[in-house]
């Protein structure tokens, strides 16, 4: 992410949500047990992306739907 991109190699969410809250200064819970195990494997532009854009991509990657409070994100 320093680079200005997310890479994901096959990486599970919980990984995933913690680059998250690294790179865009926000805290994510992930609700469901199983979908911490979930993985993804991509390469987006994180300099270029707000937090919601990179959410949507994941979000209609997978069985994933979000919520917004401030600075905190729920993972369902």
């Known amino acids: 992410w320093r680079e200005?991109?997310?890479f994901?190699?096959?990486e599970p969410?919980?990984?995933?949500a913690r680059e998250?809250?690294?790179c865009?200064?926000?805290s994510i819970d992930i609700e469901k047990e199983e979908l911490k195990d979930y993985k993804?494997?991509?390469?987006?532009?994180?300099?270029?992306l707000s937090i919601e854009e990179?959410?949507?991509?994941?979000?209609s990657a997978g069985q994933i739907d979000?919520?917004?409070?401030?600075?905190?994100?729920t993972l369902n």
């Open 40 to 48: 993804f494997y991509g390469k987006l532009p994180s300099r270029q």
């Open 20 to 22: 998250l809250e690294r």
């Open 4 to 6: 200005g991109y997310l």
């Open 13 to 16: 969410l919980a990984d995933i």
């Open 8 to 10: 994901f190699d096959e």
């Open 24 to 26: 865009y200064g926000v």
């Open 66 to 73: 979000y919520s917004i409070e401030g600075r905190h994100i």
């Open 54 to 59: 990179v959410l949507d991509i994941l979000s």
